[in-house]
Protein backbone atom coordinates (compact mmCIF):
# COMPACT_ATOMS: atom_id res chain seq x y z
CA UNK A 1 0.00 0.00 0.00
CA UNK A 2 1.16 3.40 -0.62
CA UNK A 3 0.30 5.99 1.21
CA UNK A 4 1.80 9.59 0.19
CA UNK A 5 0.65 13.05 -0.44
CA UNK A 6 2.97 14.40 -3.08
CA UNK A 7 1.44 17.08 -4.84
CA UNK A 8 -1.14 18.15 -2.05
CA UNK A 9 -1.74 20.80 0.59
CA UNK A 10 -2.67 20.88 3.60
CA UNK A 11 -3.46 22.72 6.68
CA UNK A 12 -3.21 22.01 10.51
CA UNK A 13 -4.80 23.54 13.19
CA UNK A 14 -3.13 23.72 16.00
CA UNK A 15 0.19 22.70 14.59
CA UNK A 16 2.81 24.01 16.53
CA UNK A 17 2.26 21.43 19.51
CA UNK A 18 1.52 17.68 20.12
CA UNK A 19 -0.96 15.64 17.62
CA UNK A 20 -1.68 18.64 15.29
CA UNK A 21 2.62 19.00 15.13
CA UNK A 22 2.78 15.03 14.72
CA UNK A 23 0.48 15.27 11.78
CA UNK A 24 1.78 17.87 10.27
CA UNK A 25 5.19 16.59 10.48
CA UNK A 26 4.06 12.94 8.77
CA UNK A 27 2.13 15.31 6.21
CA UNK A 28 5.31 16.75 5.01
CA UNK A 29 7.51 13.91 5.45
CA UNK A 30 4.74 11.79 3.33
CA UNK A 31 5.33 14.87 0.20
CA UNK A 32 2.86 17.41 1.10
CA UNK A 33 2.97 21.39 1.33
CA UNK A 34 1.81 21.96 4.99
CA UNK A 35 0.49 25.24 6.66
CA UNK A 36 0.36 24.82 10.64
CA UNK A 37 -2.13 27.42 12.30
CA UNK A 38 -1.95 28.27 16.29
CA UNK A 39 -1.51 31.56 17.97
CA UNK A 40 1.90 31.98 19.24
CA UNK A 41 4.61 33.10 16.87
CA UNK A 42 7.40 31.41 18.45
CA UNK A 43 6.12 27.85 18.87
CA UNK A 44 5.29 27.87 15.31
CA UNK A 45 8.70 29.15 14.36
CA UNK A 46 9.85 26.17 16.28
CA UNK A 47 7.27 23.77 15.16
CA UNK A 48 8.16 24.97 11.43
CA UNK A 49 11.96 24.04 11.75
CA UNK A 50 11.26 20.44 13.17
CA UNK A 51 8.82 20.19 10.27
CA UNK A 52 11.72 20.85 7.73
CA UNK A 53 14.51 18.61 8.90
CA UNK A 54 11.74 15.57 8.39
CA UNK A 55 10.76 17.00 4.58
CA UNK A 56 12.08 18.01 1.78
CA UNK A 57 11.07 19.79 -1.35
CA UNK A 58 7.82 20.82 0.08
CA UNK A 59 6.59 24.29 1.29
CA UNK A 60 6.28 24.98 5.23
CA UNK A 61 3.83 27.95 6.08
CA UNK A 62 3.67 29.08 9.73
CA UNK A 63 0.51 31.07 10.13
CA UNK A 64 -0.66 32.88 13.60
CA UNK A 65 -4.31 32.77 13.48
CA UNK A 66 -6.87 32.39 16.34
CA UNK A 67 -9.10 30.15 15.51
CA UNK A 68 -11.98 30.87 17.03
CA UNK A 69 -12.38 34.23 15.09
CA UNK A 70 -14.11 34.33 11.42
CA UNK A 71 -11.57 37.19 10.14
CA UNK A 72 -8.25 35.44 10.99
CA UNK A 73 -9.94 32.04 9.52
CA UNK A 74 -10.22 33.86 5.96
CA UNK A 75 -6.95 35.53 6.03
CA UNK A 76 -5.44 32.40 7.08
CA UNK A 77 -6.95 30.30 3.62
CA UNK A 78 -6.37 33.16 1.54
CA UNK A 79 -2.69 32.89 2.32
CA UNK A 80 -2.45 29.23 2.29
CA UNK A 81 -4.56 29.47 -1.30
CA UNK A 82 -1.87 32.26 -2.49
CA UNK A 83 1.17 30.16 -0.92
CA UNK A 84 0.11 26.76 -2.43
CA UNK A 85 -2.61 27.43 -5.07
CA UNK A 86 -5.07 25.30 -3.57
CA UNK A 87 -6.03 23.43 -0.37
CA UNK A 88 -6.71 20.38 -0.61
CA UNK A 89 -6.39 18.65 3.09
CA UNK A 90 -7.82 20.00 6.01
CA UNK A 91 -7.35 18.82 9.55
CA UNK A 92 -9.71 20.71 12.34
CA UNK A 93 -7.53 20.28 15.35
CA UNK A 94 -6.87 23.15 17.02
CA UNK A 95 -8.94 22.59 20.93
CA UNK A 96 -8.28 22.78 24.18
CA UNK A 97 -10.35 21.14 26.91
CA UNK A 98 -12.76 23.30 28.92
CA UNK A 99 -14.66 20.98 31.33
CA UNK A 100 -16.81 20.92 34.44
CA UNK A 101 -20.68 20.40 36.32
CA UNK A 102 -22.95 21.38 33.29
CA UNK A 103 -24.50 24.02 35.73
CA UNK A 104 -21.34 25.73 36.43
CA UNK A 105 -20.58 26.37 32.95
CA UNK A 106 -21.51 29.97 31.94
CA UNK A 107 -22.36 31.39 28.55
CA UNK A 108 -19.37 32.61 27.59
CA UNK A 109 -17.26 29.56 28.24
CA UNK A 110 -19.93 27.45 26.18
CA UNK A 111 -19.45 30.52 23.56
CA UNK A 112 -15.84 30.03 23.75
CA UNK A 113 -15.73 26.26 23.73
CA UNK A 114 -18.28 26.63 20.46
CA UNK A 115 -16.37 28.99 18.65
CA UNK A 116 -12.87 27.17 19.37
CA UNK A 117 -14.23 23.94 18.02
CA UNK A 118 -17.36 23.78 16.18
CA UNK A 119 -16.91 27.36 14.53
CA UNK A 120 -13.81 26.67 13.49
CA UNK A 121 -14.98 23.43 11.19
CA UNK A 122 -18.05 25.35 10.04
CA UNK A 123 -15.82 28.71 9.45
CA UNK A 124 -12.87 26.88 7.51
CA UNK A 125 -15.08 24.16 5.68
CA UNK A 126 -17.57 26.60 4.58
CA UNK A 127 -14.36 28.53 2.85
CA UNK A 128 -12.35 25.51 1.50
CA UNK A 129 -15.13 22.77 0.59
CA UNK A 130 -16.31 24.53 -2.44
CA UNK A 131 -12.74 24.17 -3.72
CA UNK A 132 -12.18 20.65 -2.88
CA UNK A 133 -15.91 19.78 -4.42
CA UNK A 134 -14.70 21.76 -7.53
CA UNK A 135 -11.17 19.84 -8.04
CA UNK A 136 -13.03 16.64 -7.19
CA UNK A 137 -10.52 15.46 -4.37
CA UNK A 138 -10.40 16.84 -0.25
CA UNK A 139 -10.11 15.02 3.15
CA UNK A 140 -11.02 16.95 6.07
CA UNK A 141 -10.36 14.96 9.34
CA UNK A 142 -11.62 16.28 12.88
CA UNK A 143 -9.47 16.07 15.86
CA UNK A 144 -12.35 15.02 18.63
CA UNK A 145 -12.21 13.38 21.32
CA UNK A 146 -14.05 9.84 22.36
CA UNK A 147 -16.31 11.81 24.55
CA UNK A 148 -17.96 12.76 21.64
CA UNK A 149 -20.09 9.47 21.66
CA UNK A 150 -20.00 8.74 25.11
CA UNK A 151 -19.95 12.00 27.70
CA UNK A 152 -18.93 11.65 31.14
CA UNK A 153 -20.26 13.54 34.04
CA UNK A 154 -18.27 17.05 34.33
CA UNK A 155 -17.36 17.00 30.37
CA UNK A 156 -19.68 19.67 29.53
CA UNK A 157 -18.78 22.03 27.42
CA UNK A 158 -16.33 19.61 25.68
CA UNK A 159 -17.90 16.86 24.57
CA UNK A 160 -21.24 18.74 23.57
CA UNK A 161 -18.93 20.66 21.43
CA UNK A 162 -17.52 17.23 20.00
CA UNK A 163 -20.36 15.34 19.34
CA UNK A 164 -21.97 18.70 17.76
CA UNK A 165 -18.56 18.44 15.47
CA UNK A 166 -19.29 14.68 15.19
CA UNK A 167 -22.84 15.10 13.70
CA UNK A 168 -21.24 17.83 11.35
CA UNK A 169 -18.87 15.61 9.92
CA UNK A 170 -21.40 13.20 9.17
CA UNK A 171 -23.49 15.44 7.40
CA UNK A 172 -21.14 17.09 5.50
CA UNK A 173 -19.61 13.13 4.29
CA UNK A 174 -22.92 13.41 2.64
CA UNK A 175 -22.38 16.30 0.93
CA UNK A 176 -18.89 15.62 -0.27
CA UNK A 177 -19.38 12.22 -1.16
CA UNK A 178 -20.36 12.88 -4.89
CA UNK A 179 -17.33 14.93 -5.23
CA UNK A 180 -14.93 12.57 -3.85
CA UNK A 181 -14.57 15.22 -0.67
CA UNK A 182 -14.26 12.66 2.20
CA UNK A 183 -15.10 13.69 5.43
CA UNK A 184 -14.01 11.78 8.60
CA UNK A 185 -13.20 12.37 12.44
CA UNK A 186 -10.65 10.84 14.46
CA UNK A 187 -11.60 10.29 18.45
CA UNK A 188 -8.56 10.37 20.83
CA UNK A 189 -8.57 9.02 24.43
CA UNK A 190 -5.32 9.96 25.94
CA UNK A 191 -2.51 10.46 24.06
CA UNK A 192 1.02 12.01 25.39
CA UNK A 193 1.51 16.02 24.00
CA UNK A 194 2.31 19.53 25.10
CA UNK A 195 -1.60 19.56 26.89
CA UNK A 196 -0.60 16.54 29.24
CA UNK A 197 2.41 18.14 29.81
CA UNK A 198 0.77 21.01 31.04
CA UNK A 199 -1.36 18.77 32.92
CA UNK A 200 1.63 17.29 34.67
CA UNK A 201 2.85 20.92 35.31
CA UNK A 202 -0.02 22.06 37.22
CA UNK A 203 -1.42 18.74 39.04
CA UNK A 204 2.61 18.96 40.22
CA UNK A 205 2.50 15.16 41.63
CA UNK A 206 5.21 13.34 43.17
CA UNK A 207 6.45 11.61 40.30
CA UNK A 208 8.34 11.94 36.90
CA UNK A 209 6.44 13.08 33.90
CA UNK A 210 7.18 9.30 32.58
CA UNK A 211 5.98 7.71 36.15
CA UNK A 212 2.62 9.78 35.51
CA UNK A 213 2.36 9.38 32.02
CA UNK A 214 2.58 5.30 32.77
CA UNK A 215 -0.11 5.38 35.74
CA UNK A 216 -2.43 7.48 33.32
CA UNK A 217 -1.94 4.55 31.07
CA UNK A 218 -3.07 1.65 33.33
CA UNK A 219 -7.02 2.98 33.11
CA UNK A 220 -6.17 2.49 29.46
CA UNK A 221 -7.52 -1.02 27.95
CA UNK A 222 -4.37 -1.30 26.25
CA UNK A 223 -1.95 -0.55 29.45
CA UNK A 224 -0.50 2.71 27.87
CA UNK A 225 -1.33 6.17 26.62
CA UNK A 226 -1.08 6.62 22.96
CA UNK A 227 2.10 8.31 21.19
CA UNK A 228 1.59 11.30 19.22
CA UNK A 229 3.34 9.40 15.85
CA UNK A 230 0.63 6.56 16.19
CA UNK A 231 -2.13 8.93 15.45
CA UNK A 232 -0.30 10.83 12.85
CA UNK A 233 -0.36 7.70 11.55
CA UNK A 234 -4.52 7.52 11.00
CA UNK A 235 -4.66 10.98 10.06
CA UNK A 236 -2.00 10.18 7.15
CA UNK A 237 -4.03 7.31 5.93
CA UNK A 238 -7.32 9.29 5.68
CA UNK A 239 -5.58 12.06 3.59
CA UNK A 240 -4.46 9.93 1.37
CA UNK A 241 -5.73 8.21 -1.60
CA UNK A 242 -5.16 4.75 0.17
CA UNK A 243 -8.17 5.48 2.18
CA UNK A 244 -10.78 6.33 -1.50
CA UNK A 245 -13.41 5.03 0.03
CA UNK A 246 -13.45 5.96 3.62
CA UNK A 247 -16.38 8.58 4.58
CA UNK A 248 -18.58 9.63 7.28
CA UNK A 249 -16.78 7.18 9.34
CA UNK A 250 -15.95 8.45 13.41
CA UNK A 251 -13.14 6.44 14.03
CA UNK A 252 -11.78 5.74 18.10
CA UNK A 253 -7.54 6.34 18.42
CA UNK A 254 -7.36 5.44 22.15
CA UNK A 255 -6.21 2.19 22.94
CA UNK A 256 -9.61 1.17 22.89
CA UNK A 257 -10.99 3.07 26.08
CA UNK A 258 -14.15 4.23 24.83
CA UNK A 259 -16.84 2.28 25.73
CA UNK A 260 -18.85 2.19 22.75
CA UNK A 261 -17.45 1.58 19.15
N1 LIG B 1 -3.90 14.65 23.91
C1 LIG B 1 -5.02 14.08 24.33
O1 LIG B 1 -5.00 13.11 25.08
C2 LIG B 1 -6.36 14.62 23.88
C3 LIG B 1 -7.53 14.07 24.44
C4 LIG B 1 -8.77 14.50 23.98
C5 LIG B 1 -8.85 15.47 22.97
N2 LIG B 1 -7.70 15.99 22.45
C6 LIG B 1 -7.86 17.01 21.40
O2 LIG B 1 -6.90 16.82 20.38
C7 LIG B 1 -6.49 18.09 19.85
C8 LIG B 1 -4.98 18.22 19.97
O3 LIG B 1 -4.65 18.10 21.36
P1 LIG B 1 -3.14 18.14 21.91
O4 LIG B 1 -3.14 17.23 23.08
O5 LIG B 1 -2.18 17.96 20.80
O6 LIG B 1 -3.10 19.65 22.44
P2 LIG B 1 -1.84 20.64 22.67
O7 LIG B 1 -0.59 19.86 22.79
O8 LIG B 1 -2.25 21.51 23.82
O9 LIG B 1 -1.83 21.51 21.35
C9 LIG B 1 -2.94 22.35 21.05
C10 LIG B 1 -2.66 23.14 19.81
O10 LIG B 1 -3.82 23.94 19.51
C11 LIG B 1 -3.42 25.32 19.38
N3 LIG B 1 -4.55 26.18 19.77
C12 LIG B 1 -5.22 26.22 20.95
N4 LIG B 1 -6.16 27.18 20.91
C13 LIG B 1 -6.09 27.76 19.67
C14 LIG B 1 -6.79 28.82 19.02
N5 LIG B 1 -7.76 29.49 19.64
N6 LIG B 1 -6.44 29.12 17.75
C15 LIG B 1 -5.44 28.44 17.11
N7 LIG B 1 -4.75 27.45 17.68
C16 LIG B 1 -5.07 27.12 18.95
C17 LIG B 1 -2.19 25.43 20.30
O11 LIG B 1 -1.35 26.55 19.96
P3 LIG B 1 -1.52 28.03 20.63
O12 LIG B 1 -1.80 27.81 22.09
O13 LIG B 1 -0.24 28.73 20.35
O14 LIG B 1 -2.67 28.67 19.92
C18 LIG B 1 -1.49 24.11 19.97
O15 LIG B 1 -0.81 24.20 18.74
C19 LIG B 1 -7.25 19.14 20.64
O16 LIG B 1 -8.40 19.54 19.95
C20 LIG B 1 -7.61 18.42 21.93
O17 LIG B 1 -8.75 18.96 22.57
C21 LIG B 1 -6.47 15.60 22.87
Redesign the pocket.
Known sequence: MDVRLDGKSAIV?????????AIAKEFAASGANVAI????QS??NDAKAEIEKVAKGVKVLAIS????KAGPIEAACKQCNDAFGKVDIFVN?????TRGPSETITDEQWQADLD??LFAQIRFCRILMPQMKQRKWGRIIS???IGAKAPGADSAP?SVSRAAQMALTKAMSMEGAPHNVLVNSLH?????????K?RFDRERPNVSFEQYVADAGKGVPMGRMGK?EEFANVATFLASDAAGYVTGCAINVDGGRSPVV
Open positions: TGGSKGLGLLARDSLCDVSNAGQSLKVLNTVGVIVSDQIRA
